[in-house]
């Protein structure tokens, strides 16, 4: 986002982040086995500019946040952002037509824009399981890893199935003594089929700028005409459900193991893990799966699962993910023209225009909001279609007057989330609990997605061809 605002001639920026260092996720997910589940080609933005080439398909944590780095220092950005600082409060002044911002720091700002880029998955959520704090080991979540972790020998108890322990559970087997890996719900994975980047890819992403950009244009295809029709179509659906299984099977050695690893919900209801060596992991004589029906409570050893069993351990680490999208904001107090707070306004569940306008929140734009199209795409590619929407609306404004503002209709909000419910109904979604609408089966009530649920490419038509369509321009 800086670096759109730069290349526009929006200088005068501060960025505020309560990090150490840049990053965003790959800051705070320092995890061993932590990497994109995009293809690195696509996933990297400016590779040509930069003249940067990924190790290898799917790189991992370290090399993402270290190309980021070099992205602030190319582009001198550094200077614009304000690390080790958290947004405590903002309140929009109508009177004045601009935000009053205020940090941990008592660092006092005005601002006439407010881009809040507070990331989809960026709140750690712990169970809430009995007698967590009686454990006399080290605990920790998997985004908030100890920077001085040295597991070798020890047994370990991994808390959670879903994307980040497919992740970390083959790093951690190879240096546990023992590895207990808790399963409640198990995930379906794909294979990434990762390997280094071949000479030849390399020379073409360096020497041309359109390969880089072709291969992100190949990836939106792929979610939108392979991924997307897999989602709707029952069958379609089972045949790969089938597959996967398959290859499960073939696997896990053991059978009754793999039965118990083997999802019973249709592929894509939940999020599906991609990675190559999850499954193979429990073909390990220090690896135990313990699918008991989940941990039921943590006790000063260890824990003690839902079907009784005991299992005492030296570590637990919670693979137990994220509270997703607007629970990302309540860290800090947003009010907007009312007075209301911007948790207050979305009670009943978050509403916003394009997952970037939020109707009594003038100048006010989010990256990645909720109804963005994060859950079916590659999240690089929606941060920069956005960020180019939010410069060139910001662009306009500057264009327009010094007081210009702009605010979302609440009907275009409206509209808007039956656009991005329209393929609900019917979907493997609405077949089971998932983090992409929060709601159980047979809830009582209209369900308001979090997440945009469609086609890259329909959401492309929504945010960019009804021009002004649903936004209130003043000024």
């Known amino acids: 986002m800086l670096k759109k605002l730069k290349d526009a001639g929006v200088t005068n920026v501060i960025a505020v982040d309560k990090a150490s260092g840049v990053g965003g996720t790959w800051h705070w997910n320092r995890y061993p086995g932590a990497a994109c589940d995009v293809n690195s080609y696509a996933y990297l933005p400016f590779l040509h500019e930069m003249g940067f080439c990924p190790s290898k398909k799917y790189v991992t944590a370290p090399e993402i946040k270290g190309y980021l780095e070099q992205v602030c220092e190319r582009h001198e950005l550094l200077g614009r952002i304000l690390l080790n600082t958290k947004l405590m409060k903002a309140t929009y002044d109508p009177q004045k037509r601009l935000w009053i911002l205020h940090t941990d720091r008592d660092d006092a700002f005005t601002a006439r824009f407010l881009i809040m880029g507070c990331g989809p998955l960026s709140t750690p959520r712990l169970p809430d399981i009995d007698g967590m704090n009686a454990f006399q080991g080290e605990a920790f979540h998997t985004s ?279 393929h609900y109904p019917g979907s493997v979604w609405s077949r089971c609990d998932n983090w992409y609408n929060k709601k159980s089966q047979g809830a009582v009530g209209p369900v308001v997605v979090d997440g945009y649920i469609g086609k890259f490419s329909e959401y492309l038509e929504g945010l960019h061809g009804e021009g002004d369509a649903g936004l209130r321009i003043d000024g």
């Open 144 to 422: 908030q890893w100890p920077e001085h972790c040295d597991l070798s020998g020890k047994t370990v108890g991994v808390v959670g199935t879903g994307a980040s322990a497919a992740q970390v559970v083959p790093e951690l087997a190879k240096v546990a003594g023992h590895l207990y890996v808790f399963q409640r719900t198990p995930a379906w994975c794909v294979p990434r089929e990762d390997c280094p980047t071949p000479a030849s890819l390399r020379q073409e992403l360096l020497d041309s700028a359109p390969c880089a950009k072709k291969m992100r244009q190949q990836t939106v295809d792929w979610f939108d005409k392979e991924l997307f029709p897999q989602l709707q179509d029952v069958d379609r659906n089972t045949a790969r459900a089938a597959e996967l299984r398959e290859a499960l099977m073939a696997t896990v050695k053991d059978p009754v193991v793999a039965a118990k690893l083997c999802p019973t919900h249709p592929v894509g209801c939940k999020r599906t893990c991609v990675v190559d060596d999850y499954w193979p992991t429990f073909n390990r004589e220090n690896v135990t799966l313990v699918a008991e029906g989940g941990v039921s409570k943590v006790c000063d050893r260890g824990v003690i699962t839902a079907n009784g069993g005991v299992y005492d351990v030296d570590v637990l680490v919670y693979a137990t993910g994220f509270d997703a999208f607007s629970d990302g904001f309540k860290g800090f107090d947003v009010r907007g023209v009312d007075g209301k707070s911007l948790l207050e306004h979305w009670d009943g569940g978050p509403k916003t225009l394009y997952g970037i306008h939020v109707s009594g929140f003038p100048n006010m734009f989010l990256l990645v909001g909720p109804q963005s199209p994060t859950i079916l795409q590659n999240t690089t590619e929606v941060i920069q279609t956005q960020a180019e929407y939010i410069v060139s609306v910001v662009t306009k404004l500057r264009n327009t007057g010094a007081q210009a503002i702009v605010d979302a209709e609440p009907d275009a909000e409206t509209k808007w989330i039956d656009h991005c419910t329209q």
